[in-house]
């Protein structure tokens, strides 16, 4: 946990551009956009990753939708639409051990792109 990248991000040992962020979540801009909009919503406490939500963790997983939908309107995306991705282990392509939740837009979407 102590060397998490994404824990580091908020703790902010590390820079990043912060779109949004309250108590529980932070959501900033992917270092290597894959679409014209590419946001990362985090929550701040270390969760492995989807595998790893535990009951208590259920009421902020919900909020998490509720602030990408909020940042979605923010970033005028609203109507045209976007896609929320969650890689999830080694078969599922995740590659920071903290969960989060990919925000694409800005285009029309190909068929796999993170
Ligand atoms: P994953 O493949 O684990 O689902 O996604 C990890 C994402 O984190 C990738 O899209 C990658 O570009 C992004 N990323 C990796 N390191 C950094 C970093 O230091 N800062 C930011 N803002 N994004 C990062
Ligand atoms: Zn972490």
Not at 37 to 41: A, G, N, P, Q, W
Not at 43 to 48: A, D, L, M, T, V
Not at 54 to 63: F, Q
């Given at each position: 946990m102590n060397n998490c990248l994404f824990c580091k991000i908020v703790k902010g040992e590390i820079p990043s551009e912060k779109?949004?962020?309250?108590?529980?979540?932070?959501?900033f801009k992917d270092i290597?956009?894959?679409a014209p909009?590419?946001?990362?919503?985090i929550?701040?406490?270390?969760?492995?990753s989807l595998a790893y939500i535990?009951?208590?963790?259920?009421?902020?997983?919900?909020?998490i939708y509720g602030v990408i939908?909020?940042?979605a309107k923010e970033q005028g995306i609203k109507e045209k639409g976007y896609r929320v991705i969650v890689n999830c282990g080694e078969d599922g392509g995740q590659?920071?051990?903290h969960l989060h939740f990919h925000l694409l837009a800005g285009t029309k979407l190909g068929e796999?792109?993170?």
């Open positions: 779109v949004y962020e309250d108590e529980e979540i932070l959501a290597n956009p894959a909009i590419h946001i990362l919503v929550p701040k406490k270390h969760i492995e535990e009951k208590e963790d259920e009421t902020l997983i919900g909020k939908n909020q940042i590659e920071v051990m796999k792109i993170v």
